[in-house]
């Protein structure tokens, strides 16, 4: 897991955590034409384009809506329901599960306005991240945060099958906005939320997320 201050973009709108991955793949495709490797050249020639793409970071429009809780990842709802307890919040709690597959954007966002209370970094495995278990069995980083009303929620970091590498860039007793962007999972993954048991979920499984645009539901 990577942590640091979330780096402002340079000059092109992509996450810069994923510079090196594209300058790597620039001095490969450049190899392979300085050589005369023609095919190979342009194969990569178009895995360049597709990690430019992929690392893309795109500006969003927050919603104002003051109680209005955002999606933090970009992908697929695949779960919303009330559990009894989990090992991030004291008590019920609602729990919402994005799904992200290698064409979402992968730049997270702060749900909620607060302060990091803690950071909960868990090794674990790297089994396909739209599973169930995988909350509970894969490589994973929460942020526990207290809202300025006393409320705790937590914001979980899955990483999956492919997905290897974590980055998260606030620390404890970090005052975090809502909107901003804090981190990414490198190649698909996914994002857990636990929120109080009274937070009205405005989405359901299945639906479209968009991280820093699509409210999930409501802080009471």
Not at 88 to 103: A, D, E, Q, R
């Amino acid at each position: 897991m990577d942590s640091s201050k979330w780096p402002a973009r340079v000059i092109l709108p992509v996450a810069q955590p994923g510079l090196i991955f594209i300058l790597i793949a620039i001095l490969i495709t450049g190899m392979f034409f300085y050589f005369k490797w023609i095919v190979f050249a342009w194969v990569s020639f178009a895995l360049t384009l597709f990690i430019c793409w992929f690392f893309r970071d795109p500006d969003r429009d927050i919603p104002k809506d003051g109680k209005g809780l955002i999606s933090p990842a970009d992908g697929k709802v695949i779960v919303v329901e009330k559990q009894s307890g989990c090992e991030y919040l004291t008590g019920p709690c609602i729990k919402v599960s994005i799904f992200m597959n290698v064409f979402n954007v992968h730049v997270n966002r702060v749900p909620y306005d607060g302060v990091v209370q803690k950071i909960q970094y868990s090794p674990g495995k790297f089994i396909n991240a739209s599973f169930d278990k995988a909350s509970i069995h894969n490589e994973r980083n929460a942020l526990i945060v207290k809202t300025a009303d006393g409320r705790d929620y937590a914001v979980v970091q899955i990483a999956g099958l492919i997905a290897r590498r974590i980055v998260n860039c606030v620390k404890e007793k970090e005052k975090i906005i809502k909107g901003d962007r804090y981190g990414m999972i490198r190649f698909g993954s996914r994002l857990d939320l636990y929120l109080p048991q009274d937070f009205e979920a405005a989405v359901q499984i299945g639906e479209r997320t968009k991280a820093g645009a699509t409210i999930i539901g409501y802080m009471k």
